[in-house]
């Protein structure tokens, strides 16, 4: 089950099960034509990597490997 943060801007971030207890995590957001990426240290100050959804999806995918 994922963990659900909100940064303050109106998102639900999601951080995966996956990531470590020691705050070594991304968190993920998804809205209608992107996803944003985000490092979890850097809290809602930090900046955010948005990709088309069609672009994740080929991430997603490759790493999947």
Do not use: I
Request: with cysteine; hydrophobic share 35%.
């Amino acid at each position: 089950m994922a963990t659900r943060t909100n940064f303050g801007d109106g998102r639900t971030w999601r951080k995966a099960s996956y990531s470590d207890t020691d705050g070594q995590c991304v968190f993920v957001a998804v809205d209608a034509t992107r996803v944003g990426v985000r490092d979890s240290k850097e809290g809602p100050a930090g900046a955010a990597l948005w990709v088309g959804r069609r672009d994740w999806s080929l991430l997603t995918r490759h790493l999947g490997r």
